[in-house]
């Protein structure tokens, strides 16, 4: 068990570039997600994938932001036309399906910086 | 709309001097309760799930209890390196709801 790993640690661009970040969730698990963390709160909900099923996405994402995990294995996030507002700690984590709540394992996120 | 309070938003004590975070939530049905611990610049680490009023769980100095509308993690005479934030977490019952909805934890710094 590797963890969850996450590249780039650190992005930094320039206001309206695009950027994608990777993630790798660990190997067994089926389940992964997308969350965003700013300074002082809590992560938020962003995208949620069942294998390769993108299954729920937050209401409040803009559609400059968008994911994929083709053949369920890694996940990328995309946000074009990057704006100072999307700043922040991009997290991914994954789990085994559970009937019973998720045991959610993050990485250690890629921090974006927007200029 | 599922919500999540926690307090205090910081907490300093000293090495040895126990406390309790709490965790004040509303949620349509529960699923599960989280609590996560994260250290500067890591993803959250996972701590505890709770699951229905009265249920308590342990681990080392740390102890997570939980009634209908909140739920309390006990520090027992914390050391230095349990200094972190620590994030509850709660998920709703109902089909197709794979989402956690955090709190904005709770800062907690323990002074040799």
């Known amino acids: 068990d590797t963890g969850v790993s996450q590249d780039p640690r650190h992005k930094i661009t320039k206001r309206g570039q695009n950027v994608t970040f990777r993630c790798d969730p660990i190997s067994e698990h089926n389940r992964l997600y997308w969350y965003r963390q700013t300074l002082g709160q809590g992560p938020e909900f962003l995208t949620y994938f069942q294998n390769e099923a993108q299954l729920e996405k937050s209401r409040l994402l803009s559609d400059r932001f968008s994911a994929e995990r083709p053949k369920g294995s890694f996940s990328t996030l995309e946000i074009q036309r990057t704006e100072q507002g999307d700043s922040a700690m991009y997290l991914c984590a994954s789990s085994l399906e559970a009937w019973k709540g998720e045991k959610l394992f993050f990485g250690s996120g890629t921090q974006l910086s927007v200029l | 709309e599922d919500q999540v309070t926690q307090s205090p938003e910081a907490l300093r004590l000293q090495e040895g001097e126990s406390s309790s975070l709490n965790c004040s939530y509303t949620?349509?049905?529960?699923?599960?309760l989280f609590w996560y611990r994260q250290d500067p610049g890591k993803g959250p680490e996972f701590l505890f799930t709770?699951?229905?009023a009265g249920e308590e769980k342990e681990k080392e100095r740390l102890k997570a209890t939980l009634t209908k509308k909140e739920s309390f993690l006990h520090i027992t005479a914390p050391k230095p390196e349990d200094s972190a934030t620590y994030l509850c977490a709660v998920q709703a019952l109902g089909a197709g709801s794979y989402q956690l909805t955090f709190g904005k934890g709770t800062k907690l710094s323990v002074i040799p």
């Open positions: 949620v349509s049905g529960l699923r599960g």
């Open positions: 709770l699951y229905s």
